[in-house]
């Protein structure tokens, strides 16, 4: 495949993989008009209407022209501290994280976070600092901290290495 079709997303590395919110499909972009290769399968925030869309529009920005210029947003977040680039770069060019709640998506020194998996993959579970992020954010809602949880959300700098975690119970 073309790899033009299939672009990164900095504040969410695994979208292409499975159980994310791409999928392949030839279906035409409502925006390029193209087959779309990966096709996002989440939630747009917006008052209109939007069917298809191809992974290369999300990543450039074009979604907004195909929605007649209406706001819109991949997330159902909370976006503190962020600049404001980044701060649109995650909410218009970056595919959604399903979640059962709004949440607090982690911002450290203006930056969000890249979101990278779910709080129970044993892959990601092996690191300490990420038992670490789950635990401290348990005790930030007055739980008991715990080490693993399918309902935390892990996050990591885009380009160092400090974790965060936030709990998203259903
Ligand atoms: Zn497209």
Known sequence: MDASRQPQF?????????GGPME??????DVCRLPCGWRYTGSVYSVAEL????ARCLADGRTGAALNGADFGFHDIRLIGAAPEPARELMQ???????????????????PLAYIGPGDDPALLALPEVRAAI????????WDPEEQSPYALLFREVDSDRWRAVIDLD
Request: one cysteine or more.
């Open 10 to 18: 900095r504040f969410y590395p695994g979208a292409y993989a499975d």
């Open 24 to 29: 392949r499909s030839d279906a035409l972009c």
């Open 51 to 54: 069917k298809n869309l191809c």
């Open 93 to 111: 060019r970056t595919p959604g994280v399903a979640c059962f709640n709004p949440f607090v998506w982690p911002v450290l020194d203006g930056m």
């Open 135 to 142: 635990a401290a954010a348990f005790d930030e809602i007055g």
